[in-house]
């Protein structure tokens, strides 16, 4: 029996560097950007923004992990697996 696979194919418009994510990095970039949001609002209870909150973990699956450019071109491929 053969499944499909969906996944996210990426092209760098800038530096022409491919890369692929899936479900799994969708899920993981969500809760990444959800802890960051929790962390922005915990600061803004006070008046003055501390720099521990600041911090930020790694996000966005539309920025190039190479050269960190924006311009990224996405197709959605599905694999074929057995």
Known sequence: MTRKIQETKCTCNGCGKIWYYGKTEVLEDLAAK????????????CC????????????????????????????QITHDVD
């Open 34 to 45: 959800t802890r960051n949001l929790g962390k922005t609002v915990s600061a803004c209870s």
């Open 48 to 75: 003055c923004w501390p720099m521990s909150y600041m911090s930020r973990e790694k996000t966005g699956l539309d920025v190039c992990p190479n050269c960190g450019s924006k311009a990224v071109s996405k197709d």
